[in-house]
């Protein structure tokens, strides 16, 4: 192989071709999930409660089933009731009951957006008019709308069954888990500190913001078996979960994962995949559901606000001695908030010898949250990684010199599993250190610098993956990961690389859930790490084969024969070496096709580490701030694509930024979601941004055939307390709420200088 | 039910004729009744703009706008971008910078980028950010599609004309584009 | 949505004769960028859409120096961005038709769409009251001459009968030395719905370097856009300085009456007023300094 720049010797892996599907997707033929249409198509839409919390007394729906058009009204009643279980969805485990519930509510209903039935009819205009004549009788209970009221004593409860451990079985709660972790003695940890600073932050609700709306496409056949087309992370993920709530056979259900446009998370659950095919069951045809925004805002999943109070000491050089933090999470209308990842990411770059984390997941009358890219980790940094900014200040030690001083290293231990491998965290301090960003000198009235970083586990789980080699010698690379951010380009180029193919010459396939083996879900950051692995070992298996072809062709052992720079040899007289293309004419003669196939669990995960940097400008007269510089060094471990790579940490840092400054679930004190749009719903346009640095730092993980680290999270973590900290070193406040609209700014900033001036004139000035 | 109304209209340059409820916005006509389904729903009140067509020389987000008003009316959509046998500048760069991600908002990010390089052919960073401040992208920070708009400005303006069809070497990293763009010079 | 019947008549006469023929069943469609979205919220039901974009009277822009502008009512604001002598002579009003949102909006947006919409939160109206302007209004029973500040009567509501057409916009010709500017603030930089926008015109003496006549129009911090009578009178005959430039703003946030909502706190949108207050007055006495009506 010939040498490439980063002297590791790779052909293919660390460039960067077109990915495969990009002409499709840049001239409007890539199908999304609503793009597909069938012959007979009916449209469904789903009728959503106008109350945050409300039980139904009924629900009449013959003058909707009545209207011309409409071809089939549906309700919970009929989806089979489900026992109480727990089951594995994405990165997060989900009660199957409360799934089905979610997905059309049973006798209650818990949010402003609560699913509550669901018509099919002949166009979408008819389905929407038929939602309006279905009478549903509602009685009216008073909302819960934040962690605080949810757990008063005397609070209206959510869900009369909900029990946790703290409270016993007999007591009815909003909380549904308290987790505790602890490392050392927190009382003697805090008595060696120098310095102190505890404070207590609220974060808003704020949603992954994809611009594609949930969308399902169900086909049931007379056979009992169906057929869905959506966009989703995790065609696996729909096929069990539609199959548990639809009360089917899993494997009567085939899912065929549509080109996605977005999920973050988000689509990593179901909400319209099993209504798709119930209403297809009931009228006999196709039926496509998609949400509107609205809907998307109201009844999908967003990620949780929260409260967090965090007190971190350390000694006057700068030492990091103690971090006591209590954390409680709206979990929305079902338990499953991501406090628990919160509590073992918060603080997960240092190296403190005495902790303590409660953490509290709460129900709330808002949507059931889901997964947001390393969910639970930004609404938890934004506390850490400000208090440490306070430290740092008080301590007199650049920002960037503390994170070295107290950074994670290999043998550090985790607040829970073994210690860290070997890990990149430093590594990434040191690339924000070095950076042209950090390097440079910030001028200017009102303008400040700050720091963040943050940690994500990764995850590992399962990825099948089939190379087929064509006669003339371009292969096919099935897999099962959905493609949504150049993942395919990626497993593309780690086939070419192993197999010695021109990366055009591997074609990638994403496919559906009968086509290739069980592939857990895009996301995670997993794709490149655990179906890469699996791609790798596909390639490999591909490689074998073809050494068996050689052998007999050369009539020598397979043991005998080399692969290297894409070329089969061995030694003796006579033998030519043979390329891929060359031998791949000569399957059907030494035994026929080949397919090199692989599956993985793939374990040994290489947790990321990610370190932002943002300058930023305040009108000291609005409140409001702009961005004028960032910069993010994240450890990926390996970067096969680096654009790709490059564009999930510039878009981690956008939604940070958007996190941080302007995103927010406004509720009205019914409960109600005032801001169901993207108009007030205010996520950064291109206007709010400015270009993206970035520093790709490689620290490979530990037994991974490529060192491949998870790249798809982490980024998000850091930028919300980096734009804390910039307006900190701006303007003087230290904003603890999220966002940090101008409203909240120029309120903090008119009380800092009402406090000077009416000091100065204290002081007789 | 109001009757549907036939519309004629001209497509990507072609004459066509097309059915639709006056109930029907555009974005539906293209979608639902001429099977054009580049253009994409993404909000339905304007504010994403992943349903941008250019209509009359002018981009505008066909979900406000009814079907029935594209009568007599030059509607121009992603489909209509590309030669058949070769990608326009916009798309070309568009794959070269990697400036989509999931993909979902690119045509509409091409149809306002080509208005505004139809009217503007020399766009600072400044005016692209503006002219593409009503399409939203979740993906990708917008960073490489602002490069590759940029880039398609300088192929465009040096008379290099349609790009190629699609394969392509190595490109510059991040970094060394960042600070020739900031330095005001050509991106590659 | 419901069904509707779309109709798109070709003179001011014909819509206002549909207008009248459907009363409350018919509603104007201009832009779009409101109705659609009510009709598709259910917000509104009319069983006619009557398109008045085809209506030419309703898409002119005629101006002169001797008689002011007439700006047709369903002209789209990308169009007035591009008339030379909008931007030379209504700078503020231009550039608050510019800022009405993105690109797309701008290509189908109007400013009589965004006046009749009623919402006391429209960019343009803020520009038209400080210039003047005044409503032509066409109904069955013959025209009115409607003063823009009058129009919107409630969140929503106009003085608009129903069947009654807005057909243009008709504002003074610019005095010697005199210019406008509109500003407002939002949280991002682009496609948000004004928290506060001040629109100031002004003419100045420029041998006494005083400001002979002012006129200052907010939008978003009242039930309707304001036209803040007093702010605007107390710097009639005043010097240019800060104290007067300040006394404006105060009396500009007394006239308000805002409200808390998700775009911005009551006291958000007051301590917000007085400054664009200073700053949108500041710019149109800049411009109207090198106005080009001045000798």
């Known amino acids: 192989m010939a040498a490439s720049a980063d002297g590791q010797g790779y052909r293919v892996i660390g460039t960067r071709p077109i990915r495969h599907d990009g002409i499709d997707k840049v001239t409007g033929r890539a199908k999304y999930g609503a793009d597909y249409s069938f012959p007979g198509m009916l449209y469904g839409k789903v009728l959503r409660s106008p109350y945050a919390h409300a039980n139904i007394k009924s629900i009449k729906t013959d003058k909707a089933a009545a209207l011309p058009g409409v071809k089939a009204v549906v309700t919970a009643d009929d989806l089979p009731a489900l026992a109480d279980k727990m089951e594995q969805a994405g990165e997060q485990a989900i009660n199957l009951s409360q799934l089905s519930a979610n997905i059309l509510a049973r006798g209650k209903t818990l949010y402003d957006g609560h699913a509550v039935a669901a018509v099919a009819a002949t166009s979408p205009h008819i389905a929407d008019e038929a939602l309006r004549l279905i009478e549903v009788d509602y009685e009216v209970l008073p909302p819960v709308m934040s962690v605080e009221d949810a757990m008063k004593p005397g609070a209206p409860i959510l869900l009369p069954g909900l029990r946790n451990k703290d409270e016993g079985p007999e007591k009815q709660t909003n909380v549904a888990t308290h987790l505790q972790f602890k490392r050392g003695d927190i009382e003697e940890g805090f008595k060696a500190a120098d310095h102190v600073v505890e404070r207590e932050f609220k974060t808003a609700m704020v949603h992954q913001g994809y611009i594609e709306p949930h969308n399902a496409v169900g086909i049931y056949n007379a056979d009992g078996h169906a057929t869905i087309y959506c966009s989703t992370q995790g065609s696996f993920v729909v096929r069990s979960l539609s199959a548990a709530v639809l009360g089917m056979p899993e494997g009567n259900i085939k899912v065929v994962p549509a080109e996605i446009g977005g999920g973050f998370g988000g689509k990593t659950t179901i909400y319209l995949e099993p209504l798709s095919v119930l209403l297809s069951k009931k009228t006999g045809h196709p039926v496509k559901l998609t949400m509107t925004r609205a809907e998307v805002l109201r009844a999908s999943g967003p990620t949780s606000g929260s409260t967090i109070r965090c007190k971190m000491g350390c000694t006057k050089d700068g030492k990091l001695v103690a971090a006591q933090i209590w954390m409680a999470y709206e979990a929305g209308a079902f338990p499953g908030s991501p406090v628990g990842a919160g509590a073992m990411t918060i603080v997960a770059p240092y190296n403190i010898p005495n902790l303590l984390v409660d953490a509290y997941d709460v129900v709330v009358n808002r949507p059931k949250t889901a997964a947001y890219r390393a969910p639970g980790a930004s609404n938890a940094a934004m506390a850490s990684e400000t208090v440490i900014d306070e430290l740092a200040d008080k301590c007199g030690v650049d920002p960037c010199d503390f994170r070295i001083m107290n950074g994670a290293k290999e043998g550090t231990p985790q607040t829970a599993g073994p210690p860290y491998r070997r890990i990149g965290f430093i590594d990434t301090v040191e690339a924000i250190k070095s950076s042209p960003h950090y390097k440079s000198k910030l001028e200017g009235r009102n303008r400040g610098r700050g720091v963040g970083s943050g940690f994500w586990f990764n995850v590992g789980l399962q990825s099948s993956a089939i190379v087929n080699l064509h006669t003339d010698g371009t292969a096919s690379l099935v897999i099962g990961s959905v493609d949504i951010g150049g993942t395919r380009a990626a497993q593309a180029m780690i086939a070419a690389e192993v197999l010695g193919l021109d990366v055009n010459d591997v074609r990638p396939l994403v496919t559906d859930t009968d086509s290739i083996g069980h592939t857990d879900v895009t996301g995670g950051s997993r794709t490149a790490f655990a179906t890469g692995w699996a791609v790798y070992e596909a390639a490999q298996d591909t490689v074998r084969q073809l050494k068996e072809r050689a052998a007999k062709l050369w009539e020598k052992k397979p043991e005998e024969v080399a692969f290297s720079n894409g070329q089969f040899t061995a030694q003796g007289d006579g033998v030519k070496p043979m390329t891929v293309k060359e031998l791949a004419g000569r399957l059907a003669r030494t035994g026929g096709p080949i397919s090199g196939r692989a599956t993985v669990n793939a374990r040994g995960v290489g947790p990321a580490f990610a370190t932002t940097v943002v300058d930023v400008e305040v009108d000291p007269d609005t409140g409001k701030v702009e961005i004028l510089r960032a910069t993010v060094a994240q450890d990926v471990g390996k970067a096969i694509h680096p654009s790709y790579v490059e564009g999930q940490m510039q878009g981690g840092t956008a939604q940070g930024i958007g996190w941080a400054l302007n995103e927010e679930y406004f509720y009205d004190d019914k409960g109600i979601l005032r801001n169901s749009g993207l108009l007030d719903y205010r996520m950064p346009t291109c206007l709010d941004l400015p270009l993206i640095e970035t520093c790709i730092v490689e620290v490979p993980t530990p037994g991974h055939p490529l060192g491949i680290r998870g790249v798809g999270e982490v980024s998000i973590v850091p930028p919300p307390a980096a734009v804390a900290n910039a307006i900190a070193h701006a303007v003087g406040v230290r904003m603890t709420e999220l966002p940090m609209s101008p409203p909240r700014l120029l309120k903090a900033m008119l009380s800092r200088r009402g406090g000077a001036e009416s000091q100065a004139a204290a002081a007789g000035r | 039910m109001a009757k549907k109304v036939v519309v004629e209209a001209t497509i990507n340059g072609e004459q066509t004729e097309f059915l639709c409820e006056p109930r029907q916005s555009l974005l539906e006509a293209l979608r639902d009744v001429l099977e054009l389904t580049g253009s994409k729903e993404g909000c339905l009140t304007g504010d994403c703009g992943a349903c941008t067509v250019i209509v009359d020389g002018r981009p505008l987000c066909s979900c406000l706008m009814l079907g029935v008003e594209a009568q007599g009316k030059t509607v121009e959509t992603v489909e209509g971008l590309a030669k058949p046998d070769s990608l326009h500048v916009l798309q070309q760069k568009f794959l070269e910078h990697a400036s989509l991600q999931c993909g979902i908002c690119t045509p509409g990010f091409l149809m306002s980028a080509k208005a505004l390089l139809d009217h503007n052919p020399k766009p600072t960073e400044g005016e692209i950010r503006y002219a593409l401040a009503g399409n939203l992208c979740r993906c990708t920070g917008y960073d490489k599609i602002v490069r590759a708009v940029a880039d398609a400005a300088q192929t465009l303006a040096s008379g290099t004309g349609q790009g190629r069809g699609g394969r392509l070497g190595s490109g510059p990293s991040a970094s060394e584009q960042t600070e020739r763009f900031l330095q005001g010079q050509e991106v590659k | ?264 706190t009551a006291e958000f949108r007051r301590h917000i007023t007085g400054v664009l207050t200073r700053r949108t007055l500041a710019k149109a006495i800049e411009r109207a300094r090198i106005s080009p009506t001045s000798r």
């Open chain 3, 1 to 264: 949505m419901h069904a509707i019947n779309y109709e798109s008549p070709r003179t001011v006469d014909e819509a206002v004769k549909l207008l009248a023929a459907h009363g409350e069943q018919a509603r104007p469609l201009c832009g779009g960028t409101d109705l659609i979205i009510q009709l598709r919220a259910g917000v509104r039901r009319p069983e006619h859409v009557v398109d008045v974009k085809n209506i030419q009277e309703m898409r002119r822009i005629e101006f002169s120096i001797q008689r002011g502008l007439r700006l047709g009512a369903a002209v789209p604001c990308i169009e007035i961005y591009e008339n030379g002598d909008m931007r030379k002579y209504y700078p503020g009003l231009t550039e608050a038709a510019h800022l009405i949102g993105s690109l797309q909006i701008q290509s189908r947006a109007s400013v009589g769409g965004n006046l009749c919409n009623g919402s006391p939160a429209a960019d343009t109206t803020p520009a038209l009251i400080a210039l003047g302007a005044k409503c032509r209004v066409v109904g069955p029973a013959g025209e009115r001459l409607v003063p823009v500040e009058d129009f919107c009567t409630a969140p929503g509501r106009t003085v608009l009968q129903p069947s009654e057409l807005l057909v243009e916009f008709q504002i003074p010709s610019p005095a010697r030395n005199s210019s406008d500017a509109y500003l407002r603030f939002i949280p991002r930089n682009e496609m948000d719905i004004a928290v506060v926008g001040v629109g100031a015109a002004v003419t100045l003496d420029l041998n006494d370097d005083r400001i002979s006549e002012a006129r200052i129009g907010l939008a978003a911090v009242g039930p309707t856009p304001i036209f803040a009578r007093e702010a605007s009178q107390s710097l009639a005959g005043k010097r240019i300085n800060d104290e007067a430039i300040e006394r404006a703003a105060q009396l500009a946030i007394a006239a308000t009456s805002p409200i808390d909502d998700m775009r911005g």
